[in-house]
């Protein structure tokens, strides 16, 4: 979802600056993008990582000026570790996913708010995960839910400022 949209948004002449985890995919991504005539921007960032979010988006910031927007799509389903019921999940399957879901989106969304113009957009995933629960899947459902209490927390946070917050639940 993260690669298609910032192909998406490049081609709708959007300067993009994208962060991953995965070096590799991160240049088969912009390699795609320059190709296509997009300008991209990558950052390697683990998100679970504030520091990292940080550089990354005062990277961005300093290349570019203000955000118009931003698309948090980092995700994680966890392990085949993590597909076990709730009363088995070890502390680290719940720190992994939590970290990336939903503790690296709060991190993205921290540090990109100073920087949003007005009017702005921020666009959250989420998961139909984060609107019913399933059995055997604690750690990712509740990140889920978390990101989209959190998305609604922020818009009514920055919709005076002209801001909105939204999340979308494939």
Request: hydrophobic letters at 40%; a neutral charge; aromatic letters at 4%.
């Amino acid at each position: 979802m993260g690669r298609a949209t910032a192909k998406a948004l490049a081609a709708r002449a959007a300067i993009v600056s994208i962060a991953d985890v995965q070096p590799q995919k991160l240049e088969e991504v912009k390699s795609s993008i320059e190709e296509a005539g997009g300008r991209v921007m990558i950052a390697h960032v683990d998100v679970r990582d504030e520091d990292q979010v940080e550089k990354w988006i005062s990277d961005t910031v300093a290349a570019y000026g203000k955000l118009d927007g931003a698309a948090n799509m980092a995700g994680v389903i966890g392990s085949e570790a993590t597909i076990k019921p709730t009363s088995e999940i070890t502390r680290k399957d719940w720190d992994f996913v939590l970290g990336v879901n939903l503790t690296g989106l709060m991190h993205c969304m921290r540090a990109q708010i100073p920087h949003m113009k007005s009017p702005g957009s921020i666009v959250n995933a989420a998961s139909v995960s984060g609107l019913v629960g399933w059995e055997n899947n604690g750690a990712y459902c509740a990140s889920k839910h978390g990101v989209i209490g959190l998305s609604r927390c922020a818009a009514k946070e920055l919709g005076p400022q002209n801001i909105r917050v939204n999340c979308f639940a494939p």
